[in-house]
């Protein structure tokens, strides 16, 4: 009696979440034959996470599709458009603020199959890339042939183009080389409504009208599909050198910033990390870093053989005169990749102290690090969380890296109130919610407190001109 | 099955390893399952997320599970590159043995791993192939080839694993008789099918003053049985092999990598009583190149072996054994050898025991991508030391219409000594 009344209650549970049915999933298979379309429960469980660790909430898609081109990118489009129904477009999944959850269902849009870099240009210096690409991957591909695509995310094995335009990424290298936005020159972006839009094109200089592309580099997947980019290359540098400079304060570490910048110096990255994550890292790794210094720097200089000594040089000098305790410069290239095996190996040594590892990520004027990073401090020791903090110093950009276990509901909730009273910091300072990760759908509860009423409004009229039935990635940047 | 007499790890032992797994998605950058299939569920992230669906209830341990738990070689790439040093190797095994309480493990497989699991059945298998070969159907066959198609190419696969490189002869030896008490373990591919490496391993080892017994009941290795889940049949498998062997012995000398990494799960799998034992011979045991290139062996001064080399890493040997530079030394002191490293040397060849067989499209896929790596070197032949690389190299090689040849270091070694004494 009882399983007969389940049965016919489990029978009236919707199927999906979204408007999609079975109709519906019968098309897309016709577009993208039925391998590349994906409607078992197991296979889209899945595709409910990104890498931002959101505890055991289950955001499931209703399907998952992988086209093979742009052309079914468009049909996916006007087939979704015409039903309302959310696509929220994935590639490596390597997201941190939860910008590939499908929060409303839906399909999720995988580009792992868009892996192929179409040209690289020498005499132009520009290369186009698919959406689902690796940024290391390109990166190897354009060294191969002497040229350079500076940004750098932490994840670049992984994250792809398409992402990394989509959330505007960063990396150490910002510093001298700026983002993601300084080296996208045209996109192809699939609309709403299934309509194919060339932005920009593929020439350093270009201004023909409104700048649509940087409207889409950071547009999180909300407004248009990135099918393919155009992207500027540089030369590549001539040499890079590598140093660590430890010191037993962070205010003599900030000092040093200041001062390098302040000499004219522009180190091709500027990064610092503080005590708890030496130790840490010595913990697992033991790459023979200090565990007795509050902070280090990880500098290295890069460009012709000549200016690189001579950068050297002058860093060393300052970093001397504000009280390093210990300066190591690598002398060739294995030493420097020793020296960025210990920043690198940062986060995986954070992911060994507990289960759960959340990075977060703010942004202040560079003057401002010292203070940030003891006000980061004192917050989440109040809460009794265990961070360790990082980041690029150059840039003001900070990751304090969290690491609990979010079974245990009293720190998932501490770590709440702390991230809100990080952010609060951060912009009393005069700074911003996020340096390169985005707000998705962590941060976007936090948009009022950095933006104004005015621009809110304007960022929500472009959404509503773009996606007016919003479906592209919703629920995401702005608060419901 | 059986009755099950031991406690082996099951999936809720892992817990909090599959927890753990920060879904950081670095392991898409090495997964060649990922590479070849684009899909989150062959890559470790998505399995580790199943996983803990399973663990904590929100999934059932169905049939289709069980389907993605197949997408994994077990090629141990993801495991040196996880932020969090989770070993998806070991747990999936975990995990496919609870799936084949559960779901079964399928005919194709439980054949398979029946004909291993009986030196009886081997045996006929291995009249059947001696018939094959002195009848010379295998030459016959290659003239049909051109005509099948598709199954033409599985019967060149076919005998290129029968084709034997060295014949045994009993060569000088050149040094003073070693004290060391070695026990060779050849393995099913060396005793049933092709005993080219067998005979160059006894030959190599002889000729350097080396005598090596082989106990005459060893059983398969049960490296297939491991991953596929079928723990009963392995630790059966691993309780006869650690009997063969005399308990004054300083080496287990194996020539496969997957014959070689199997000694380490032993101490896991057997009974109380075995388990110290076993942990002593999983530190004597060491693949033939290690032991050569860690001893001065005879290198002929009038021999010569003029060709472009290079070398497959097995997953079982670089990353399970950790021996990988061994090999190359070997390779790179014979006379007149030009070893050229490929790309991607040590990515599996996507053979990976029985997935070859399960997953044919995607294992096939795989090892097309490897011979191409192998073809851009221009070698003339192609060196690894795993009785299954083989299988995966050659899939790749025939795919490409290559004629590459594949070797065993020590092949070349004994082909060395046999110019040597001409």
Known sequence: MLSKKLQFKSKKMPKFKSNINDKIINSLKAILGNQNVLTDYEDRYVYAYDATAIGEDLYLPDIVV?????????????????????????????????????LKGGIILHLSKMNKILNIDKDNLICTAQPGVAVGQLQQEVENVGLFYPPDPASLKVSTIGGSIAQSSGGPRGFKYGTTKDYVLGLEIVLSDGTLLKTGGTTVKNVTGYNLTQLFVGSEGTL?????????????????????????????????????????????????????????????????????????????????????????????DICNKFGAKNIKVSQNQQEADELWFARRSAFGAVARLRPNVLT???????????????????????????????????????????????????????????????????????????????????????MKKALDEASIKYMKEIKKLFDPKDILNPGKIFHE | MNEEKKNYKNLKDYTEEVYKCTKCGLCQSVCPVYKATGLETAVSRGKFTLLNGVINGKLKFNKKIAKNLELCLGCKACYDFCPSGISAEEIIAAARHESLKINGIGFIKQFILDNFKSNFRLGLLKIGLDFYKTLQINKISEFLVKFLGKAGKYITLFNSQLREHIKYKKLKPVKPQSELNIVYFPGCINNYVNSSIKNSVLMVLEKNGFKAVIPENFTCCGIAARSSGDFQSFSELAENNINQIPNNVDYIITDCASCGSVWEFYPDFVSQNLVDKAKILAGKTININKFLAEREIYFPENAEISKKITYHDPCHLKRFQKVFEEPRNILKQIQGIDFREMKDADVCCGAAGTFCVSQPEISQAISAKKAQNIIDTKADIVCTSCAGCKIGLSQGLIEKNSTISIYNPVELIAELYLTDEK
Not at chain 1, 263 to 280: G, H, S, V
């Open chain 1, 66 to 102: 992988l086209p093979e081109n742009k052309e079914q990118i468009c049909e996916i489009a006007r087939i979704a458009n015409e039903n309302k129904i959310p696509i929220v477009t994935r590639a490596a999944g390597t997201n941190l603020v939860g910008g590939c959850i499908p």
């Open chain 1, 224 to 316: 248009g599909i990135i099918v393919e980019a155009t992207l500027k290359l540089i030369p590549k540098p001539e040499e890079q050198q590598v140093m660590l400079a430890y010191f037993e304060s962070m205010n003599q570490a900030a000092e040093t910033i200041t001062n390098i910048i302040s000499a004219k110096i522009t180190p091709a990255t500027l990064d610092i990390m503080d005590k708890k994550t030496m130790e840490t890292i010595e913990n697992f790794h033991h790459t023979g870093l200090p565990t007795d210094m509050e902070a280090v720097l990880v500098i290295e200089t890069d460009g012709f053989k000549e200016s690189v000594k001579i950068q050297t040089r002058q860093i060393i």
């Open chain 1, 360 to 446: 977060e990520d703010a942004v202040v004027p560079r003057d401002k690090i010292p203070e940030f990073i003891s006000k980061t401090r004192e917050i989440f020791d109040k809460y009794n969380l265990t961070v360790c903090i990082m980041g690029h110093a150059g840039d003001g950009n900070i990751h304090p890296n969290v690491s609990l276990d979010l079974r245990n509901k009293e720190e998932a909730e501490n770590f709440e109130k702390a991230a809100e009273e990080l952010f609060d910091a951060a912009i009393e300072l005069g700074g911003s919610l996020s340096g390169e990760h985005g707000i998705g759908m962590l941060k976007s509860g936090f």
